[in-house]
């Protein structure tokens, strides 16, 4: 038997809690949105973000020298997403298939999804020979939020964070997200109406996928607003 | 010609300092009086205690919708000066004669415990993992698994949790307990998990995340448990097996029973000798103390340098935990002034500090 000696797991035939059906989850989302920044210290730069009890803590890390190659032009990326351990992941799963998903395979999709978004915002061209590191915890989760729309929270998380560690960036994300009974959708918009990625889980590209964007776009150009007060308050407030 | 060579001497700011010569920046502080952190001698951080209150069963206005689900049955945020640790506990089901012989086996053949301690204790623990956010992602680091290890030591020795309060009082579904002719043959307990996340780590945090786990504990409460419908018998020759489907109940629990008696602060003091051989400023010379000074709660790369940690817990006043690393020099008078210092300092934490939440 391997026993893993680094951590403390405790006996081996233990049986999980399983609890007995309690009422459904409210579906409802409160969109109100609280943000901190420069919580952590010893990192380049966090951010704090609190949506109707979901808790995303963004630290990000770098640039710092990379020795994992002799040359490199340009930083790498790394993105961690972490869902802390005991978090109820009954509601994260695809709209589709109704199964909770394993959650290493949904942390890697939402890792990969972040990774392709951030490298084309951050100038990654201007940090050579160095890594940037983008570490993503969530803490807590409100049982009534999906994937998408946690999605949705953690990028935000994250291109506030961003702005605070003082990374050179193209501009500041803000990602939208539109949710029907059958489709959900998020789409990560850079300034510009440029789009970075849409996770959605559309089959077919007819009207109703035109008017979720729109009403991503909506929703994230009314964040955008949001986080650019916040972050303009905090810079005036230094000064 | 003659050409003098002159060396000219480097400056270094505070913080680059702290890091190529720790000793001399923190013997240059304690010149003047003073700690690389700024605080005094003997200061500790402001320590704030609060709920998390994302437990299943912590029911507050303020955090309807999260509570009701998931696993955690106990959390808790603590924090001192800029340092977080967040502290959720979760647990599991086992049946009593498998686990004790288990666990015990599989410690012994891989000699992570010896045979002398672990048997037949009346105490409980709770299995820590703890995660101290840094930059990196891996296997846990040293720092972490010896923090984990010391947590679930503690606990354990430290009888705060009785191997009886998490014996699970099997009921039917609802309130009736079970009559004593349908009582399985079996009996089962409660495994206790328990995960802490560090952020913004300033210096050592062994005493936060042990602030952090009792205040977990403290507010953590156990699910009522019922035998659900099925129930299956493996007769396999003599030798019958009997399995049940245990369910917890969405509603119902009850406090987790801790013997509060126990319940006891952490204070980690680093213990260093003024150095009359690093240059010093004659005006600036302020303090004339001889022998050691006691620094409380170590903060930043300069004060981390000292090798010398002795940890204190206490009740304030009873002492119930003492550990000294690099003990070589401790005097008698360290001891009891470190005693006194963390005394008073639990006594603060455990009776004003927030500990009543």
Redesign the interface.
């Known amino acids: ?1 391997n ?1 893993d ?19 459904p ?2 579906q409802h989302t409160n969109p109100k949105i609280f943000l901190e920044t420069g ?5 380049s730069g966090s951010s704090y973000l609190e949506n ?2 979901t808790i995303i ?1 963004t ?1 990000i ?1 770098g640039p ?1 020298p990379n020795f994992t190659r002799s040359f490199n032009d340009q930083a790498s990326l790394k993105v ?1 997403v972490e869902l ?5 992941l ?1 509601n994260l799963k695809d709209n589709r298939k109704n199964i909770t998903p394993d959650k290493e395979r949904l942390i890697a999709s939402l890792e990969s999804f972040m990774l392709s978004n951030f490298q084309s915002l951050i100038l990654l061209q201007n940090y050579p020979k160095s890594s940037i ?1 983008i ?1 993503v ?1 969530v ?6 939020h999906s994937l998408v729309y946690t999605l949705k929270n953690i990028i935000n998380g994250v291109s506030v964070a961003l702005v605070d560690s003082g990374l050179n960036i193209r501009s500041v994300a803000s990602c939208g997200y539109s949710g029907s009974t059958d489709h959900e959708m998020a789409v990560n918009f850079s300034g510009q109406d440029e789009i970075l990625g849409i996770w959605s889980d559309f089959t077919a590209f007819d009207e109703s996928f035109d008017s979720a964007i729109d009403t991503c776009e909506k929703d994230s150009v009314q964040l955008r607003k949001e986080i650019n007060g916040y972050l303009l308050q905090k810079a005036t407030a230094k000064q | 010609m003659s050409e003098t060579a002159s060396l000219k001497p480097n400056k270094f700011p505070p913080d680059v300092l702290a890091r190529i010569a720790p000793d001399v920046l923190l013997q240059k502080y304690l010149q003047i009086g003073l700690r690389p952190s700024l605080r005094k001698f003997d200061e500790f951080r402001p320590v704030a205690i609060s709920r ?1 209150g ?1 437990g ?1 069963y912590e029911a507050s206005e303020q ?1 309807g ?2 509570n ?5 049955l106990g959390s808790s945020i603590v924090k001192s000066g ?1 340092t ?1 640790a ?1 502290c ?1 506990i ?6 009593d004669d ?2 004790l012989i ?2 015990y086996r ?2 012994l053949e ?1 000699d ?1 415990i010896d045979s002398e301690t672990h048997t037949d204790s009346k105490n409980a623990s709770v ?3 703890v995660e101290i ?3 990196g ?1 891996g ?2 680091n040293e720092e972490e ?1 010896a923090i ?2 010391r947590l ?1 030591e503690t606990i354990y020795h430290s009888g705060l949790i009785d191997r009886d309060a998490l014996k699970i009082q099997l009921g039917y ?1 609802g309130s009736e307990q079970l009559e004593q002719d349908f009582l399985p043959h079996t009996s089962y307990s409660f ?1 206790l ?1 328990a ?1 802490i ?1 560090v ?4 210096g050592p945090v062994y005493d936060l995340c042990y602030g952090a786990l009792v205040s977990a504990l403290r507010q953590t409460r156990l ?1 009522a448990v019922y035998i659900a419908e099925k129930r299956t018998e493996v007769g396999v020759r003599r030798v019958r097996i009997e399995e049940y ?7 119902k629990n009850e406090p987790l029973r801790l013997n509060e008696n126990k319940l006891a602060w952490s204070s980690t003091f680093g213990l260093v000798e003024l150095d009359r051989d690093v240059p010093h400023d004659e005006d600036k010379m302020e303090i004339d103390t001889e022998g050691k000074i006691l620094l409380a709660e170590l903060e930043g790369e300069a004060e981390e340098d000292i090798n010398t940690r002795i940890t204190v817990s206490s009740n304030g006043s009873t002492l119930s935990g003492l550990s000294v690393y690099g003990a070589a020099g401790v005097t008698k008078d360290d001891l009891r002034k470190a005693f006194d210092l963390a005394s008073r300092h639990s006594q603060y934490v455990l009776n004003s500090g927030g500990m009543e939440m």
């Open positions: 038997m026993a000696r680094r951590r403390n797991l405790g006996p081996a035939n233990v049986r999980p809690l399983v609890f007995a059906e309690s009422k989850p409210a919580l952590i210290q010893n990192c109707d009890k803590i630290s890390y710092r961690s802390s351990k005991f978090l109820p009954d590191e570490f915890q803490v807590a989760l409100n049982p009534a | 998390a994302v299943r955090n919708d999260i009701g689900v998931g696993s955690v800029k977080t967040i959720l979760s647990g599991a089901i086992v049946e498998h686990e288990n666990d599989t410690k891989k992570i299995y820590t993992e956010s840094r930059g992602s296997p846990p698994i984990s290890h679930y579904k495994v998990y995960t996340q952020f913004s780590r300033a699910p489907d245990l369910v917890c109940e969405a509603e």
